[in-house]
């Protein structure tokens, strides 16, 4: 299968976890308020007293998004290798399955949003920081060959630290490999909606997160390729505070629209009704 097997065998089901820690009480990251860990689980891992958006896992943020019992995994039997020997790699990946219940950064599938069906991928930042290796690029790849052939909407949930170091180039390589699939998306018609979740860097920032029709962001999210301090030892220069955040993005551009993890799913829900209502 080129750099990553499929496995015939029994995969731990894709159950959410406990996104912030297993202990009764915890520190929010931005205000440090001491917070109840139910308090801010059912609050979708919003700090109720400053607003920061903490980041969340791929089976919790289906949860919140996609109607419940409609949701449909694709392609979860791929399963990564080591096509360069990184020491230490395959067992790093094992013990990520095993901790998170997911084979890969990424879960792919169709589902329903407010009774809409469409291709769905979101990307996990527990996993490995949601780093893009070959099986992530694959398994972006395939679902948006499917909503191709579906015909369906397509929306990605992007958080990610970059390109999977571990897999060098064969990493970069789905930055053209993604890229390449939507631009046939576009010439098909249908819709993408990207959405940038807290934070979206590196090789998924230079890639298909930022080609979405229209580009959504969570609040506060941090978005870009190289961070603040490369940016800055680059340049010479200091930045602004609210630098490569979702709302100075919106600024100057690039992100369309800013939006709490509360609202996200009635604002895609409203953009696929309105794209789809312009095709009537």
Excluded: W
Excluded at 25 to 49: F, G, H, I
Excluded at 94 to 117: C, F, H, S
Excluded at 210 to 233: M, N, P, S
Aim: with cysteine; charged share 20%; aromatic share 6%.
């Amino acid at each position: 299968m080129g750099f990553f097997l499929q496995r015939q065998k029994k995969v731990k089901p894709s159950t959410p976890k406990r996104d912030i820690n297993d202990g009764i009480y915890t520190k929010c990251e931005s205000c440090k308020e001491v917070l109840a860990v139910r308090q801010l689980n059912s609050n979708l891992e919003v700090c109720p007293s400053c607003g920061f958006h903490h980041r969340m896992s791929a089976a919790k943020r289906l949860e919140s998004l996609v109607d419940e019992g409609t949701f449909k995994e694709i392609n979860h039997r791929l399963f990564t290798v080591n096509p360069l020997n990184f020491p230490g790699y395959e067992k790093k990946i094992q013990k990520l399955m095993e901790d998170n219940g997911i084979n890969e950064a990424v879960i792919t599938g169709i589902g329903k949003i407010n009774g809409q069906t469409v291709a769905i991928g979101v990307m996990d930042s527990y996993f490995l920081m949601a780093s893009m290796g070959s099986v992530v690029g694959e398994k972006i790849t395939r679902l948006i060959e499917v909503s191709i052939s579906r015909k369906l909407p397509l929306i990605l949930v992007c958080a990610s630290g970059g390109a999977r170091m571990q897999e060098g180039i064969y990493s970069l390589m789905q930055m053209a490999k993604t890229s390449a699939a939507i631009a046939k998306h576009h010439q098909a018609g249908l819709l993408y909606l990207s959405v940038l979740t807290q934070p979206t860097m590196g090789g998924v920032t230079a890639s298909f997160a930022t080609l979405g029709d229209i580009i959504i962001a969570e609040k506060g999210a941090a978005i870009g390729f190289a961070g603040r301090r490369v940016v800055e030892q680059t340049i010479k220069q200091s930045l602004p505070d609210h630098f490569q955040t979702a709302e100075f993005l919106q600024e100057k551009g690039l992100v369309d629209i800013v939006v709490s993890r509360q609202k996200l799913k009635q604002t895609i829900s409203e953009l696929v009704e309105l794209h789809e209502g312009s095709d009537a």
